[in-house]
């Protein structure tokens, strides 16, 4: 089988599903718990290159469009973890790998795995290719994360819960980040896998949420 056949076939889409579950197992059952942090914002990365890779030409423009779109969340986790705006009041954990004034060197990339997902998702899946809808799918994907982060040991928010602000934030910076795609990236057909990108994150922390509490809660920890 060829390497553009074997992109077309369900080969890719299953192999992710099934290292995902597999990594939510690790989670669970709290294998190997002090490095599945990192491992976590490593597979995040990973699948945030591999999006931009299926979905847009790599041209010198759109390598800047990617690498601009990084710099931004830089910054913009930077003065969350640092002064509170604009998600709030949460800081990472230290098994994230390296850190920069307190943002994990991976973490711009890992949020790239939601943000271009997000956006393909709204045209294949939804049908409906606008910077809103977008945004909304990001945001979403967010609020799905941000509870699981928790029991994950990933990053932790003052009073336990984010607020408001984190999710109007996460709209605004997904709305400007789908603003510059439309406008300055080189987009191609995108894969029909890049979906699924976003599908199977989502499900991985789902799963490892849901699985840590409930072994927490059969174990009596409260």
């Not at 847009?56 to 973890?81: D, E, P, Q, Y």
């Not at 956006?119 to 979403?140: E, M």
């Amino acid at each position: 089988m060829t390497s553009n056949r074997l992109l077309q076939s369900n080969v890719p889409r299953t192999a992710i599903y099934a290292i995902i579950i597999a990594c939510a197992a690790l989670n669970i059952f709290q294998v190997g718990r002090g490095g599945m942090a990192i491992i976590t914002l490593l597979l995040m990365a990973l699948l945030g290159c591999l999006s931009f890779v299926l979905t847009f030409r790599l041209t010198w423009k759109s390598i800047a469009v990617f690498s601009g779109l990084v710099c931004f969340l830089f910054v913009s986790l930077g003065m969350g973890t640092n002064m509170g705006f604009p998600f709030g009041d949460f800081a990472y954990t230290r098994g994230l790998g390296p850190a920069l004034v307190d943002v994990p060197i991976l973490a711009p990339l890992a949020w790239m795995s939601l943000l271009i997902p997000s956006w393909v998702s709204a045209g294949k899946v939804l049908r409906f290719r606008h910077i809103v809808v977008a945004s909304i799918v990001a945001t979403a994907a967010d609020a799905v994360m941000e509870f699981a982060a928790d029991s994950m040991d990933l990053w932790h928010w003052r009073g336990g819960f984010p607020t408001e602000l984190n999710y109007l934030s996460w709209f605004g910076i997904s709305y400007v980040a789908f603003s510059i795609i439309q406008r300055f990236a080189d987009e191609k057909e995108p894969h029909p896998i890049v979906p699924h990108l976003l599908y199977s994150q989502l499900l991985y922390f789902v799963l490892s949420d849901l699985g840590i509490r409930f072994m927490l809660h059969r174990a009596g920890v409260q």
